[in-house]
């Protein structure tokens, strides 16, 4: 299962490292200490951004370069014997991408999963980093 600092969740949150930690302190993030830091549980991580998740309306996100790598955290796999659909949250933006169920296999992805969503044009190809 992978776990991310307190650091790591805010970049992936969009939000500071304070304000990871005033809401852990809060109850509102779920987390635990490991060692000598305090992380979060991937799945946790995955659950708070997919409630949290919010549709962008800025109208500039529709103008923007077909060239973007886009971090994120696995929210979400529904697969078949054939295909999958994975859906990344990247900050903000969720991202839907539809592979072979051996991809997403082959990738380990599950939510919680560290995960760079690359998109060009009409196709998102999901890797780990």
Known sequence: MDTYRV???AELLGVSDDTVRRWIDAGRLPARRDG???VV????????LAAEADTPTDPRARSVSARNR????????VADTVM???????????????????????LGL?????AVASVKSTSVVVERP
Do not use: K, N
Not at 41 to 48: F, H, N, S, T
Not at 70 to 77: A, D, Q
Not at 86 to 92: A, K, L, R, S, T
Not at 110 to 114: I, K
């Open 41 to 48: 549980d991937g799945p946790e991580l995955a659950a708070y």
């Open 70 to 77: 886009l971090p994120g955290i696995v929210t979400r796999v």
């Open 110 to 114: 599950a939510p919680g999963a560290r």
């Open 84 to 106: 999958a659909q994975v859906e990344i949250q990247c900050g903000p933006y969720r991202v839907v991408s539809l592979m072979s169920a051996e991809a997403a296999a082959e």
């Open 7 to 9: 650091s790591e969740a």
């Open 36 to 38: 000598g830091r305090t």
